[in-house]
Each structure stands twice: as structure tokens, then as C-alpha cells.
Nanobody, 124 residues
């Protein structure tokens, strides 16, 4: 079992930056694909960014490409999401997830473990 705990959410203004972290415990995530998803009120959960076990491969949603950066530190068992140039439409609960596989997928049903989420609110 893997437990994931996100932190770093908050209320910011449009154009600001915010950094999220996700600490894993229970088992090492060294061989897991990790990803960030988000869910806005009334919307389905959507893929934001994913990263391979080595960190050498990443994948982003078109809506965040060029503004968000996903990274990981396997020694610290931690996943990160650096969010720059935030927009009001980025407002959502952000979830960390882990997948016992080597391929980055964009569908939430493909992921095995989930955190409880952290709220990000961007005001205009």
C-alpha cells in the first residue's frame, strides 16, 4: 500500500505561482509513475501532469503545458508540481496519484493510489 499526502495549496491571484508537494509513505514510489490530477466544482477529474519513475519522461495537459512543471525526488519519496502564471480556470482540488506501471496514462481509472487532495484557488 502507498499513502499519498498533498500540501501547498492555497489562495493566490492570477499570474502568481504556487508549488504543490506530495509525500508518499508505506512503500517506495521509486518504480511508480506519478501524476497530478485536478477536479473543479461540477467537473470531472482531469489529468494535469505525469512523470515516469526515473523523471526522464513527462506529460502535460494542453491547458497547463508551458506553465506547470512536474518533478520528483525518489530519495525523498516526493512528487512536486510547480505552477506558474496561474489562471482562474486553474482553480480546483489537486490530487496526487501513483500507478504501478511504467507508462504515463491520462485516465484517472488507470491509477492505483490517491491522495486526499489540496485546494488551489486562483482569483482574478
Amino acid at each position: 500500500q502507498v499513502q499519498l499526502v498533498e500540501s501547498g495549496g492555497g489562495l493566490v491571484q492570477a499570474g502568481d505561482s504556487l508549488s504543490l508537494s506530495c509525500v508518499a509513505s508505506g512503500r517506495t514510489i521509486r518504480t511508480y509513475v506519478m501524476a497530478w490530477f485536478r477536479q473543479a466544482p461540477g467537473e470531472e477529474r482531469e489529468f494535469v501532469a505525469g512523470i515516469s519513475w526515473s523523471g526522464q519522461s513527462t506529460r502535460y495537459a494542453d491547458s497547463v503545458e508551458g506553465r506547470f512543471t512536474v518533478s520528483r525526488d525518489n530519495y525523498k519519496n516526493t512528487l512536486y508540481l510547480q505552477m506558474n502564471s496561474l489562471k482562474p480556470e486553474d482553480t480546483a482540488v489537486y490530487y496526487c496519484s501513483a500507478r504501478e506501471n511504467i507508462v504515463i496514462r491520462t485516465t484517472d481509472s488507470e491509477y492505483d493510489y490517491w491522495g486526499q487532495g489540496t485546494q488551489v484557488t486562483v482569483s482574478s
